[in-house]
């Protein structure tokens, strides 16, 4: 099965253009600009507090800009509440601690949203669900409940419950920060085939090998900007940036 539909191919998934956000007094982001390409894959890094999350939940609406603009596949971000639904629709998130319903089992947690916002028949809804907890290889914990899981095992649910939506561009905000060590692996092998199989995809990690070995493009922030932006083996061996250079130290 395919996991994303047919599209324009000239056409851009994101456009971010001179993005400007504040949380009260505090300017968040700085003019922010980022392009991304269907099928490409983007890693962004940098500190804590540097924007990332803000930047990418900017993308699907989970945090307002105040000035500057998003198209996500050619519908722009704006106060009409259809195109947030249009845009949210395109667009899959997982989240660093999983977001998973606790009370739901696996199966309901990934077959609930679609019958809910899809308005999927129940039955239908269980049938792609299954298929997607077999594509992140999980299928027999199907009737658990997510706190029965390891936590590599509850990331991959949110990753199967996003793809169950049908998404043209996946959004992940360091999806393998809270795991233990061990189940990183899982995690990041699954994220590897999805960006195989051709899906768009914005990373916020810190994960530098999966970012050499899948990004098209990695980009470096500190304090809301946009310091450095290269293809992977520029960025880790020759980067331009005094402060992408510190930052590279401190992490690897
Ligand atoms: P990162 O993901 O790079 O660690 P964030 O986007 O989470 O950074 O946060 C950027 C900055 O904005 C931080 O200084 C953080 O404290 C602040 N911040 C994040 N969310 C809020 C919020 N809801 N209200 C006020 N300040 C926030
Ligand atoms: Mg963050």
Request: net charge neutral.
């Amino acid at each position: 099965m395919s996991i994303h539909e047919e599209r324009d191919v000239d056409q851009p998934a994101i456009v971010i253009r001179n993005l400007d956000k504040w949380y009260g007094n505090y300017h968040v982001l700085r003019n922010v600009d980022l392009f991304v390409k269907p099928r490409e894959r983007i890693v962004i890094c940098g500190p804590s507090g540097s924007g990332k999350s803000t930047l990418i939940r900017c993308v699907n609406h989970l945090e307002e800009h105040q000035r500057g603009e998003i198209i996500v596949n050619g519908t722009a971000l704006n106060e009409s509440l259809k195109n947030i639904d249009t845009i949210r629709r395109d667009v899959g998130m997982v989240f660093q601690h999983f977001n998973l319903f606790p009370h739901l089992s696996v199966l309901e947690n990934c077959a609930l949203p679609q019958i809910l916002s899809r308005r999927t028949r129940r039955k239908d809804a269980e049938e792609r669900a299954m298929q997607f907890l077999e594509r992140v290889r999980i299928p027999d914990q199907a009737r658990k409940f997510p706190g029965q899981l390891s936590g590599g095992q509850q990331q991959r649910v949110a990753i199967a419950r996003a793809l169950c939506m049908a998404p043209k561009v996946m959004l992940f905000d360091e999806p393998t920060s809270a795991l233990d060590p061990e189940m990183v692996k899982e995690v990041l092998d699954t994220m590897v085939s999805l960006a195989e199989e051709g899906m768009t995809m914005i990373v916020v990690t810190h994960e530098m090998g999966f970012a050499r070995r899948v990004a098209n493009r990695v980009v470096f922030m500190d304090q809301g900007m946009i310091v450095e932006s290269n293809v992977p083996d520029a960025f880790f061996d020759a980067p331009a940036n005094e402060r992408t250079r510190r930052f590279l130290q401190q992490i690897v």
